[in-house]
């Protein structure tokens, strides 16, 4: 793991428990995942303004949802060293992301964030 590796897995370590409140359920010797992420699609989609031109009108619900998208997207870019999203800006992410939680409404908002971010070619599915 490199210098920015460390700094990030230390920052995300000492950071995660103001996260969230629980973490996800998950097998035994799987890391506890935390935060908007472990969301459903659908609790997304509820606070999701229903087009991208009523996004100045979102609330601070939405808001918390594209925050916890900059930090996996910030943690992505410092671990691979690249741009997760191509030049995207964060707003047109989350109208992709929206849209893939309507065409997948059994995912989480995590999973949805993933599959946009493998869509762009810059993440390999394991």
Sequence with gaps: MNHSG???A?????????LAAEPANLA???PALWGYGMKSCGEFLAAAPPDALSLPLAGEEYR??????????TGLN????RDVLRDAELTAAMVRIRALCA??????FFNASVR????LGQLKAQ
């Design 78 to 81: 410092l671990t691979t060293g």
């Design 28 to 30: 035994p010797g799987v």
């Design 6 to 8: 460390k700094w990030l």
């Design 64 to 73: 918390r949802y594209q925050e916890w998208l900059a930090g996996l997207v």
């Design 103 to 108: 065409a997948h409404p059994d995912d989480d």
């Design 10 to 18: 230390m920052v995300l370590c000492s950071a995660a428990p103001l």
């Design 116 to 119: 946009l971010i493998r869509a």
